[in-house]
């Protein structure tokens, strides 16, 4: 149950992380980082968009299916930190006024 919502937790984040990406990007208050991923951005949003959910979602589906292992666990607690770290940067290093 706990990597169950872990997992979900890391989904939520992820489109979190998306939506802000794609939003500071058009109002170029950023840019990719991701070498890969700007390869990706500069064939089309489209494109990012799916690499960028087809790699998260198809590595929690094969981390989901083999939580019983030891090294999945890890890597799910791995993938938590970095997501919610990633969260916490935003929400305190933003200088955003809604």
Not at 19 to 43: H, Q, R, S
Not at 51 to 58: P, R
């Amino acid at each position: 149950m706990l990597y169950e919502v872990l997992i979900l937790l890391i989904v939520v984040f992820n489109l979190i992380d998306l939506g802000a990406t794609l939003w500071l990007i058009e109002e170029g208050l950023a840019v990719e980082a991701n070498p890969f991923m700007k390869e990706t951005m500069d064939m089309g949003v489209e494109i990012f968009i799916f690499v960028k959910l087809f790699f998260v979602f198809g590595g929690l589906y094969i981390l989901r299916k083999n939580k019983d292992r030891k090294a999945a666990r890890i890597a799910i607690w791995s993938a938590f930190i970095t997501y919610f770290s990633l969260m916490l940067y935003f929400l305190f290093n933003s200088n955003f006024t809604i």
